[in-house]
C-alpha cells in the first residue's frame, strides 16, 4: 500500500468549549482519511485532507443501488495523557464482513488500523477530557461509479470521519426504556442483517420513530420469520440475566455480531459466570418476568458501551426490570469496559491499542 498523504488544513475550527454539550455525531474535525478503488488498480491513494464535502456523480452506484457500508469506534484519552482505541482490528475485520456481503472490496486490516492512528494522532486536540466522552470515529466505504444498471460499482472511496462525542443517552449510563417491535422486521437470515449497512439503518428507522412517539428510547426487534425470537436493540446488542444465567441471542445471521458484545462475553466468561449464546423467544422471557427470574438486562454497543434496560413494553405488557434501576452486573460491566478503555483497569485481554 502507498504511503499515506498528508495535506492539513489552513482553517481550523474552534475546538468545543463546553464538553457537557458535545452530543453524539454533530461536531466533526478539522481532517479526514480518503482513499480510492478502481477494479484495475486496487486501492490507491490513500491520504489525510482537510475535512469538506465529497463530490459524487448523480448516477453514483451508491446513491441508487445502496452499496454504503460502515464502522464505528472510538478513541479515548486516558487520564495520563494516552490516546487509545478499543479492538480497532475487530471493527475493520467486521467492515470487511460487510464489504463482502455487499461485493465491494476488502482492504487491509492493518494498513486501515495504522491510516486510524494517523488520522488520530492529527486530530489529538479534538479528544475530549471529561469522564463518558471519546472520540467517534467513523470509517465507510462508498460505491462510485456513475452508472443505472443492478450491479456492482468498479469505483469506490473508503473516508474515515471523526467527532469528538459525549454519552450516547443525554444523561449517560441510565436505564432506558425499550419497545419490542411486533408489526415491522429489520433483518432476515441469509440477507444482511449481519453487515453495517446503511440500509440496515433505514429499514430501522419507521419502528425508532413510532417508538420514541410512545415514549421509549429504543426498539427491540424479534426474528423475520416466525416473529418470536429475540434478535438485537436498534444500536446495540442484548443481554438478560435469567436468575443466574446470562443468556444473549446467538448470532444467527440476522444479528449483527457486535465488538462489545464479543468483549462482555469473554469478560463474563473470565469472571467464571455462567453465560449461554442461545435462541431466546420473547415468550420465554415473559414467563421468565412473571416468574420473577428476570433480573437484569442490559444492551452493548460502541456507542453506549452499556446500556441497562429499565423496561420492556410488549404488546399490552409492560415489565419493569430490577424495579427500574441500574442492575449490579450491568455496572460492574460498564465500569470494567470504561477502566479498560481508559487504562484505569488492567487490559488483560490485550484489547486496547495505544495511539
Not at 460487510?98 to 486530530?123: G, Q, Y
Not at 459525549?166 to 432506558?176: L, R, T
Not at 436493540?233 to 438478560?240: H, L, Q, R, T, Y
Not at 415489565?319 to 469496559?337: C, H, K, P, T
Request: aromatic letters at 10%.
Amino acid at each position: 500500500m502507498e504511503k499515506i498523504k498528508i495535506e492539513r488544513s489552513k482553517n481550523l475550527k474552534p475546538k468545543p468549549q463546553d464538553e457537557s454539550k458535545l452530543g453524539f455525531g454533530k461536531i466533526f474535525t478539522d481532517h479526514m482519511f480518503v482513499m480510492n478503488y478502481s477494479g484495475g488498480k486496487g486501492w490507491f491513494d490513500p491520504r489525510i485532507v482537510p475535512y469538506a464535502p465529497v463530490e459524487l456523480d448523480p448516477a453514483a452506484s451508491c446513491l441508487h443501488y445502496g452499496q454504503l457500508i460502515f464502522e464505528g469506534l472510538k478513541a479515548y484519552r486516558a487520564k495520563s495523557g494516552e490516546v487509545v482505541m478499543f479492538r480497532p482490528e475487530k471493527n475493520m475485520e467486521r467492515l470487511n464482513a460487510s464489504n463482502e456481503r455487499l461485493c465491494m472490496p476488502t482492504i487491509d486490516v492493518d494498513f486501515m488500523v495504522d491510516a486510524m492512528k494517523e488520522l488520530v494522532r492529527i486530530e489529538k486536540d479534538w479528544i475530549p477530557f471529561a469522564e463518558g466522552t471519546s472520540l467517534y470515529i467513523r470509517p465507510f466505504v462508498i460505491g462510485t461509479e456513475p452508472f443505472l444498471g443492478v450491479k456492482p460499482s468498479d469505483d469506490y472511496l473508503m473516508l474515515v470521519i471523526l467527532s469528538p462525542v459525549g454519552s450516547y443517552y443525554a444523561g449517560g449510563i441510565q436505564p432506558v426504556s425499550i419497545y419490542v417491535e411486533n408489526e415491522y422486521v429489520r433483518a432476515v437470515r441469509g440477507g444482511v442483517g449481519y453487515s453495517k449497512c446503511a440500509g440496515n439503518y433505514a429499514a430501522s428507522m419507521k419502528s425508532q420513530i413510532a417508538a420514541a412517539e410512545k415514549g421509549f428510547a429504543q426498539v427491540l426487534w424479534l426474528d423475520g420469520i416466525e416473529r418470536k425470537y429475540i434478535e438485537e436493540v436498534g444500536a446495540m446488542n442484548i443481554f438478560f440475566v435469567l436468575e443466574d444465567e446470562i443468556i444473549t441471542p446467538a448470532l444467527s445471521g440476522s444479528i449483527l455480531p457486535g465488538i462489545t458484545r464479543a468483549s462482555i462475553i469473554e469478560l463474563l466468561r473470565s469472571w467464571n459466570l455462567p453465560v449461554k449464546e442461545r435462541p431466546i423467544s420473547i415468550d420465554e422471557l415473559a414467563r421468565a418476568y412473571d416468574e420473577g427470574k428476570l433480573k437484569e438486562a442490559f444492551g452493548t454497543g460502541t456507542a453506549a458501551v452499556i446500556s441497562p434496560v429499565g423496561e420492556l413494553m410488549w404488546r399490552d405488557k409492560k415489565m419493569v426490570i430490577n424495579n427500574g434501576g441500574i442492575g449490579a452486573l450491568s455496572q460492574r460491566l460498564y465500569d470494567e469496559i470504561t477502566g479498560i478503555q481508559r487504562l484505569e483497569r488492567e487490559d488483560k485481554f490485550g484489547w486496547v491499542t495505544r495511539v
